[in-house]
């Protein structure tokens, strides 16, 4: 998985693109919730970066496939706390994970991989508050 700048618009876009496709698909609502969420546009999230970071989490995750028939893109605990490293800015962790709950509860369905997503970024960050 690549790596990208610390806080940057590019690791905030990943987060956000994983959190739509971990379920398996991407909903309109899902689209509309992302445009929706005021704080992106002043950190530098615009529709090209987060269109063309989105393309680069999928090539990432489909090197990493183990077995592509399965259908089934999985990311391991260790990558994904790396790629939630990346954002370190306290505010920008609790703007993500509103934004990345407001996507989640977009379709009205909460998928367990969503919730486990969710969970690990919470966790992840509030543990640095303290």
């Not at 618009?9 to 992302?34: F, K, W, Y």
């Not at 969710?118 to 508050?129: D, E, G, I, P, Q």
Request: with cysteine.
């Amino acid at each position: 998985m690549r790596s990208y700048a610390i806080d940057g618009p590019q690791a905030m876009s990943r987060i956000l693109a994983l959190t739509m496709i971990v379920d398996g698909h991407v909903c309109p609502s899902e689209v509309n919730a992302l445009r929706n969420a005021p704080f992106l546009e002043q950190v530098g999230v615009d529709a090209e970066t987060f269109d063309h970071t989105m393309r680069e989490l999928c090539e990432d995750l489909l090197l990493d496939v183990p077995n592509r028939n399965a259908g089934l893109v999985e990311i391991n605990q260790a990558v994904l706390d790396e790629v939630l490293a990346e954002i370190q800015d306290p505010l920008l962790q609790m703007c993500l994970l509103k934004a990345m709950l407001d996507i989640v509860h977009a379709d009205g369905l909460l998928d367990s991989r969503e919730t486990l997503l969710v969970r690990r970024a919470a966790s992840r960050w509030t543990h640095a508050l303290h």
